[in-house]
């Protein structure tokens, strides 16, 4: 049996914790609130996005005890091995890194966006093309990749720099955030009476408040980058349930913050009917004049860098996790051999992404969109697994090494699969408040296709590959069975 390829302990608690909660807060938390408070109100927003939270929260208790008894790269891909096998381990990784190499793409555009807002004379140039109605400017592009190239090159370099940059981005955006809430808030003209009605006039508040509640695995996804990291703890990983626990409610408290921001500027139905291309940018500009803009531009773009460097460790560990077991070339295990970082699935993931911004705003939506699914599908496989090695009592089958007795964590695993169908279902059943449009669904057909033809490619050589060494490759331990039902 060939020797594993293991990656360095490296990363520090709170580096972890700021690589969860940076990339849970992305361009969305400063982007979209006016476009959130058009459907729910500020209330109906903030109610959503805590119930969301809790529900997050239910998710990350399997999360906890599968990250501390199994510490490897790979995070849901390697837990719906240890569950279901093989194939359903495939299907978890395949839909995973669709998902985050989407967000990675995502941050890069946002970014673009934003110069586009604050200098809008440099992004509108070398004008190429339109899709979907937007202009896609030959600038936009060059941003976004130089953008991705500096990110990619930081990560190469290693995981303790990456770490370090992103618990100095965090804290900074936490900061400007502060700060721009109580700079509105302390604003004669501005205050809690603007946020009055509460929620739309024309809907009711259990309809607002669930059409936010069905964006909260795209909201919060991020803090299930801390699995992938797992293996480049350097502290024990019986932490990494409160990192993930904190990283979820401090997001829940950031979010809340920049939606009572912009709804106390002035009535938030005013704002709302404006429709400004970035509504928050422009009330806090009115408001606040220059300064307001910078603090704002600061935060947005510590939220983009976060988001950027969060999602480029994952995908690059979860592309490691899956070479290592074979399922894709071995290129995506190999190490630098100076950095000892897995740079091909960082370079992969950086040319991939800087790909995105050629075929505009509006395709790159329908993917990330569509991406919801991938995430929400390992949130089940997550919890199906602990769910699994949950027990109520001592049977035969009960094993010291992968069982626990807890009724109640098995009672919360069990909540959670609930959670993730219910999110399943509000983004697949039509009529829904987050049901995906159209584009977004050819979007998905196409990957499903796409990965089936490339798991029947790769299936025999993939079942040839004995269990006792498929253990070894993706949990690290000749010793430990996982509970195979392969097809």
């Not at 361009?27 to 609130?33: K, S, Y």
């Not at 770490?163 to 502060?178: A, E, N, P, T, W």
């Not at 602990?386 to 069982?403: G, I, M, Q, R």
């Amino acid at each position: 049996m060939e020797e594993r390829t293991t990656l360095q302990k490296s990363l520090k608690a709170h580096w972890v914790w700021a690589i969860a909660l940076g990339s849970s807060i992305g361009w969305g938390a400063f982007v979209q609130p006016t476009m959130w408070m058009s459907t729910a109100g500020p209330m109906g927003v903030i109610l959503g996005f805590g119930i969301g939270a809790l529900l997050m929260m239910l998710i990350a208790v399997s999360y906890g005890f599968l990250i501390k008894s199994f510490p490897v790269s790979g995070g849901e891909f390697a837990y719906a091995f240890i569950s279901l096998g093989r194939t359903h381990a495939f299907i978890s990784g395949w839909f995973l890194t669709l998902g985050y190499i989407c967000i990675v793409a995502l941050n890069a555009s946002a970014f673009a966006l934003m110069i586009k807002f604050v200098f809008p004379a440099l992004i509108e140039n070398l004008h190429l093309y339109q899709i979907a109605g937007w202009d896609v400017y030959g600038m936009e592009i060059i941003i976004a990749a130089v953008l991705l190239g500096a990110f990619g090159y930081f990560n190469i370099k290693g995981t303790g720099l990456s770490g370090r940059m992103q618990f100095i981005f965090c804290s900074i955006m936490i900061l400007s955030i502060v700060a721009i809430t109580f700079m509105v808030g302390g604003h004669p003209g501005s205050g809690l009476a603007n946020i009055q009605p509460l929620y739309p006039t024309d809907t009711t508040a259990f309809a607002a408040i669930i059409s936010i509640v069905a964006i909260a695995p795209w909201a919060y996804v991020g803090f299930d980058n801390v699995p992938q990291a797992a293996e480049e703890f350097h502290f024990s990983s019986k932490k990494a349930f409160s990192l993930i626990i904190l990283a979820i409610l401090f997001a829940a408290i950031l979010y809340s913050l920049m939606i009572l921001a912009t709804a106390m500027i002035e009535p938030w139905q005013g704002l709302v009917n404006e429709n400004h291309v970035w509504g928050t940018g422009a009330a806090i500009q009115e408001l606040l004049g220059t300064m307001g803009l910078v603090l704002l531009v600061t935060a947005l773009t510590m939220g983009v860098f976060t988001g950027l460097n969060g999602f480029i460790i994952s995908s690059s560990r979860l592309l490691f996790a899956m070479a290592r077991a074979k399922i894709l070339p071995e290129a995506f295990a190999r190490l630098h051999p100076k950095h000892k970082t897995p740079y091909v699935g960082i370079i992969f993931t950086v040319v991939v992404s800087a790909l995105a911004p050629w075929f505009g705003r509006e395709a790159l939506l329908w993917v990330v969109d569509m991406s919801s699914i991938g995430v929400t599908i390992a949130y089940f496989y997550t919890c199906y697994t602990a769910f699994t090695l949950f027990k109520t009592k001592k049977d035969e089958k009960f094993n010291p090494k992968k069982h626990v007795i807890s009724p109640f964590k098995k009672t919360l695993s069990a909540l959670g699969m609930i959670a993730s169908i219910v999110f399943l279902a509000l983004l697949l059943i039509p009529g829904s408040p987050a049901f995906l449009g159209i584009e977004s669904r050819i979007a998905l057909l196409a990957w499903i296709v796409l990965g089936g033809i490339f798991y029947l490619v790769k299936r025999t050589e993939f079942n040839k590959i004995p269990k006792e060494e498929l253990n070894y490759l993706i949990l690290g331990s000749k010793q430990i069975e996982a509970k195979h039902r392969d097809s």
